[in-house]
């Protein structure tokens, strides 16, 4: 038996979308959660507590997107055709972002309110554009003659949009976990009350997309709820039950390290289960992996520098959280 590239491609994507969803994943919500601080030193402490890592974090965004170019052509020409608009949306407040991050720290007293309220719609635009993208491929996009043939508006769905909600929840919950880990004292109080509210709204959304896909989706429905499936699946719906409960109780004795790893845990889960849904569809519910795919040359080729760029890419991300590891200070950071 061969080795199936395509196969390990898409692993390598579905890695680097998973880390770009963790790591750009709290620092956007830390931006979706300044509307409920107004302490400007609470503020700065908040960015500072990513200041040193957050353009590394959007390397796994490029890579994800190169990779998808050249070992899934056609997956990439439907989807950036058919999701044009909220694709340019997340480019747009990902450089709002970027910039406001920048000049706020620049800016006077006058104009850093401008820079906040910049930083604040970068990320949320950000966030939800990639919820709507997220619910669109779910949801399935028509291809015809391998190109998408479906209307203009195909991301503006109530689906889609709820999605692009649910996202903003959960990169706010991994904001305000990443805080608790980092930040002492009020600010630390602060991000544990407001974890509380966040974490059961987001469960609410899981649950509500949980039972939306599979009713929508009959072949997802078979998928999930056909013998043995059943059996094999449901410990993603346990786990999910046990994070959060272990999230609460871990909230509850105002621990530090804890949350935030049981966040990961939920967003870690949650990716699973769509990856459950749509497999082996790249594009549902018609193109594969193995249709989407271009030559094995072209993906034997590619893989040659994968190999060696994804290991540096990941000692790199390590050292740099490695050396900012510990809490930020008020008189410490970006200035």
Not at 105 to 126: C, L, N, Q, Y
């Amino acid at each position: 038996m061969g080795i199936d590239l395509s196969v390990i491609w898409f692993t390598i994507i579905i890695f680097a979308t998973l880390m770009y969803i963790i790591m750009d994943g709290f620092d956007l919500g830390i931006g979706i959660l300044f509307p409920f601080n107004k302490d400007p030193v609470e503020r700065d402490m908040m960015v500072n507590t990513v200041a040193p890592v957050w353009d590394g974090n959007e390397t796994w965004l490029i890579l994800g997107g190169a990779a998808l170019f050249g070992a899934f052509p056609l997956a990439y020409a439907v989807i950036t055709d058919a999701l044009a608009v909220p694709l340019t949306m997340m480019l747009i407040g990902l450089i709002f972002r970027g910039v406001a991050f920048e000049f706020r720290f620049k800016a006077t007293e006058e104009h850093r309110p401008f820079w906040d309220k910049a930083f604040i719609g970068g990320s949320f635009v950000a966030t939800f554009s990639q919820g709507i993208v997220l619910g669109a491929v779910i949801n399935g996009l028509e291809v015809t003659d391998r190109t998408y043939s479906g209307p203009e508006l195909v991301w503006l769905t109530p689906f889609n949009l709820f999605c692009g909600v649910g996202l903003v929840l959960a990169y706010a919950l991994l904001g305000s976990t990443w805080l608790i880990m980092k930040t002492e004292n009020e600010l630390h109080r602060k991000m544990t009350a407001l974890t509380k509210p966040l974490l059961i709204a987001l469960l609410v959304v899981i649950a509500v997309v949980s039972i939306w896909t599979p009713l929508a989706h009959a072949e997802i429905m078979q998928r999930w709820f056909s013998r043995p499936n059943l059996f094999w699946f449901m410990p993603v719906p346990v786990l999910v039950l046990a994070a959060a409960w272990g999230l609460w109780r871990a909230l509850e004795r105002h621990a530090h390290y804890t949350p935030f790893l049981l966040t990961l845990a939920l967003v870690f889960l949650g990716f699973t289960g769509l990856g459950i849904s749509i497999w082996p569809f790249i594009i549902p519910p018609v193109i594969t992996i193995w249709d989407a795919a271009s030559p094995p040359q072209s993906q034997g080729f590619m893989l040659v520098g994968g190999l060696l760029i994804i290991p540096v890419i990941l000692v790199y991300t390590f050292w740099s959280y490695y050396v900012f590891r510990g809490k930020i200070k008020p008189d410490e950071g970006y200035h």
